[in-house]
């Protein structure tokens, strides 16, 4: 095992707090510096087509794409990578984080992008925790489209889905047409 340490990194937001930015900034700094490094986005993710980390601005980038912390190991386990970038790292739930911390202990810096806030307004596991466990964290506000105000929620600017049993569905995938980043003054969760 390498000297080099891992080091976390945990971007972290609601929507529209510029994540996806700021993840894409860090790994073209990575780029030029010669890391060996590999960029990984969810499956569910396809705004822009699978295999692309891209954001709500227009930037992309080529990314290996998964669908579960399994992927996450075969593409970076027992590789030697100097940092491992994840986007929209919630969707991969709570097996993410001794994912994470295997790779850490292998001396790949793991940078995460993900949200910590759910459109309830509720806390969404794992970002969250992984935040606790960071040498450096990056917790993003969006701006209120009621009022201009930082925003640290988002909420469906359409109905939400519920399904037979009466529950809301998970967390969809979306961008400006289903979603709204709104203040804590503004933000009145759905029941
Ligand atoms: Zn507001």
């Not at 794992?126 to 040498?135: D, F, H, R």
Request: glycine share 10%.
């Amino acid at each position: 095992m390498r000297q080099q340490q891992g080091r976390l990194q945990v971007i972290a937001g609601p929507m529209f707090s510029g994540k996806s930015e700021e993840l894409l900034r860090r790994v073209r700094r990575a780029k030029v510096a010669g890391l060996h490094m590999e960029v990984i986005s969810h499956a569910l993710d396809v705004r822009k087509g699978a295999g692309i980390v891209s954001t709500h601005a227009g930037l992309s980038i080529e990314s290996r794409t998964a669908t579960d912390v399994g992927h996450i190991w075969e593409v970076a386990g027992n590789r030697s990578l100097d940092l491992l970038a994840i986007d929209e790292a919630q969707f991969f739930g709570p097996e993410l984080v001794p994912t994470v911390s295997r790779l850490l202990a292998e001396g790949t810096t793991v940078l995460l992008a993900g949200l910590c806030v759910r459109f309830d307004g509720e806390p969404f596991d794992p970002v969250p925790g992984l935040m606790a466990l960071a040498e450096d964290v990056s917790k993003l506000t969006a701006v209120c489209s009621r009022c201009g105000a930082g925003a640290v929620f988002h909420q469906r600017s359409v109905p939400s889905v519920v399904d037979d049993a009466g529950a809301v569905t998970a967390e969809l995938v979306g961008g400006a047409e289903s979603y709204q980043a709104l203040c804590r003054r503004h933000f009145h969760p759905q029941p």
